[in-house]
Structure formats: structure tokens, C-alpha cells
């Protein structure tokens, strides 16, 4: 953009709301996208992390992570036995979920499981034990309870389609049992931005925030969730032909890019790492990918005053991982604790 009148006449032309935005509008307003191929969720989170937090605390917020206490891998542990082996379904589609599977997990309800993982172990891990999987437990019985009733739609008598709403709160009984704090729509508010006088607005799907007592929201994560197909398990399947050479994530398509980095735009001003950037998820049925949203210094206050041309922001996509697949549930853990802990450490400060 070289001045001002080409400016507004660009924002005069973008809809108002993004969740009618495509990828096409980003390039626009200086958002790129991570050229690498997508990453592990791990270093996404670990390189995001070093892009968002202040440089004065930054020692102190990898310490966090690069010297684990005896509590975080006890819980680690604790956590990987429930959702790998107590929850030990391992297919790609709900409707893949066999009988004799299905009455195992409902299982997850009683406490035998825990008195059984406890027996186990050494004495001195028992009681830390016991109480983390107990407090785990309530949470991940919602999850699974979610998840069967999406199964008993999908294998009934009258098999009905799955919504999105469902997955949303598969996604959000999942993230809960980490102890992650998710308001989820119909509860999350319009965010909005203002820019060259233009207003923009925004509802995610849910976010993971930490609330404050002058009422306003430390965003961690915006969370976008889509329904999903079976047969939408490759990239392929999509028409990839209108995208900007240099995007990756291919299992990203062009109007669910625009739109998350849309409700990235909208919520910046209240993330827990100030304008630094944010988290995200994206849902795609089971699917989750998380995402980074990178600002360069001064990138929102100069797009809210029309100054494109100075700086920029970068969005970075991790794999997918799907919650039904056990191996894909063992790399979610990690990140979903470190996130809890994260989001525990910057709020005390």
C-alpha cells in the first residue's frame, strides 16, 4: 500500500465480518503464512511461546518447561495412561467405534481404573497419583459421554448428521480435561476492531482464557471448529487451485484461514500475551491443528491506523491430530498441559 486513499479503499471492500473472509483478504493487511511445511503441535507451541512472551520473563517461561518438577511428569503420566489406555479407542471416524469398544469406555465412569493404576505404582507416587486421576476422571467421563452420544446419532436407527455444535463440544469436554479454562459459544462475545474507520467483528467458536477481575478476558486461544466428512480425510480432496503460491497446511482450506486469522485480528487486544500474537485451534471434525499468530511490534496499532506497508504478521499451522487415534492423542497431551501451565503462570504475574 502506498498511501492512505489506496488504503481505505481496500478496507471499504473487505466484509465486516470475517467469518465471510477468505485467505485472499490477508494478503491485504500483511498476513502471511509460515512457508515450512507444518510442524509438530510441540514446536509450534515451543516457538510460539518464544515469539509472545515479554523478553523480561522469558527465561522464567522456559525454565517452566525445560526443568519439569516431579509433579508435572506424575501428571504427564497420569494423563497419557487415561486418555491412551483407559481410553483406549484408536480408529479415524465415530462411526468406526465398535460395540465391545463402546461398553469398555463407558467403564471410564467408575473409579476401578484409578484403584487399579494406583495399585501399580511405587509407594511414594500413589498418593499423587490418586488424586491427579481423580481429578482428571469427572472431566474425561464428560468427554466420553459426548462422544457416545455422537455415536449412538451416527449408528442409531435413524442415523442423523453430526453438527458442528457436536464437535465443538467434543473438542471443548477434551481441552476441559486438562484443566483448561474454555468459554464456548453460544457464551463468547463479539469481538471487534476498528480500522481507518471501518469496523470489523468477530465470534469465535471458543476461546481458552483466563477471566480477571476487571472483567476482561486473557485470551490464550481462539478456537474455529468445523464438521467434517469422511471423505475429507485428505488434502486432495480439496480445490487448492485459488491459493496464494507459498501457503502450506493444505488441510486448510482458503475460507477457514481467513476467517481464523480474522478472529485473531479481533481478539488481539485482549490476548494473554499482549499484542505479541495468540493461540489457536482449528477443529475439523476430530481433527485439531493448533496455530500461531506472530505479530511484528507495532503490527496491530499500524493496521488500526492504515499503515499496511511497515509491518507485518505471520500465521503458522501445526499437523493434524486426531483425537480418536491413539497415537495422535499421545502427542496432544504435552502440549495440552504446557498450555494449562503457561496460562497458570502468566496470570499470576
Not at 222 to 238: F, L, M, Y
Not at 249 to 258: D, E, F, R, T
Not at 313 to 322: I, K, L
Request: proline share 2%; glycine share 6%.
Amino acid at each position: 500500500m502506498s498511501n492512505d486513499t489506496d488504503s481505505t479503499s481496500v478496507f471499504d471492500t473487505i466484509r465486516t465480518n470475517t467469518s465471510e473472509w477468505t485467505e485472499v483478504v490477508l494478503s491485504n493487511i500483511g498476513i502471511k503464512f509460515d512457508t515450512c511445511a507444518p510442524e509438530s503441535i510441540s514446536k509450534v507451541f515451543s516457538k510460539g511461546v518464544l515469539h509472545f512472551v515479554e523478553e523480561t520473563i522469558r527465561s522464567e517461561v522456559v525454565n517452566l518447561f525445560w526443568f519439569r518438577s516431579e509433579e508435572d511428569e506424575e501428571k504427564k503420566e497420569c494423563f497419557q495412561h487415561a486418555v491412551l489406555d483407559v481410553f483406549d479407542i484408536d480408529c479415524h471416524h465415530i462411526d468406526d467405534i465398535s460395540i465391545s469398544e463402546i461398553m469398555k469406555i463407558k467403564e471410564i465412569g467408575k473409579s476401578n481404573w484409578i484403584d487399579n493404576f494406583v495399585a501399580i505404582s511405587d509407594r511414594c507416587q500413589r498418593f499423587a497419583r490418586e488424586r491427579i486421576c481423580r481429578e482428571l476422571s469427572t472431566s474425561l467421563n464428560t468427554f466420553v459421554w459426548q462422544l457416545l452420544y455422537m455415536h449412538r446419532r451416527v449408528k442409531g436407527k435413524t442415523s442423523q448428521a453430526l453438527s458442528e455444535g457436536m464437535f465443538q463440544q467434543l473438542f471443548v469436554t477434551f481441552a476441559r480435561t486438562f484443566g483448561l479454562n474454555i468459554v464456548s459459544s453460544p457464551s463468547v462475545e463479539k469481538y471487534s476492531m476498528t480500522i481507518n474507520g471501518n469496523t470489523f467483528v468477530s465470534i469465535p467458536d471458543a476461546i481458552i482464557c483466563h477471566p480477571t477481575e476487571t472483567g476482561d478476558d486473557k485470551i490464550c486461544a481462539v478456537i474455529q471448529v468445523k464438521g467434517c466428512r469422511q471423505d475429507e480425510d485428505s488434502g486432495h480432496t480439496r480445490n487448492l487451485a485459488n491459493m496464494p503460491r507459498g501457503s502450506n497446511a493444505q488441510h486448510i482450506g482458503s475460507n477457514l484461514k481467513g476467517q481464523h486469522s480474522g478472529q485473531f485480528l479481533c481478539t488481539l487486544p485482549y490476548s494473554v500475551f499482549r499484542k505479541n500474537g495468540m493461540f489457536g485451534f482449528l477443529v475439523q471434525g476430530t481433527k485439531v491443528t493448533l496455530t500461531a499468530f506472530k505479530a511484528d511490534d507495532g503490527y496491530y496499532d499500524n493496521l488500526c491506523s492504515g499503515h499496511l506497508h511497515q509491518k507485518e504478521a505471520f500465521v503458522t499451522y501445526s499437523d493434524q491430530y486426531n483425537i480418536l487415534r491413539k497415537e495422535d492423542r499421545k502427542l496432544l497431551v504435552q502440549t495440552f498441559l504446557d498450555i494449562g501451565k503457561l496460562m497458570e503462570f502468566l496470570c499470576e504475574k
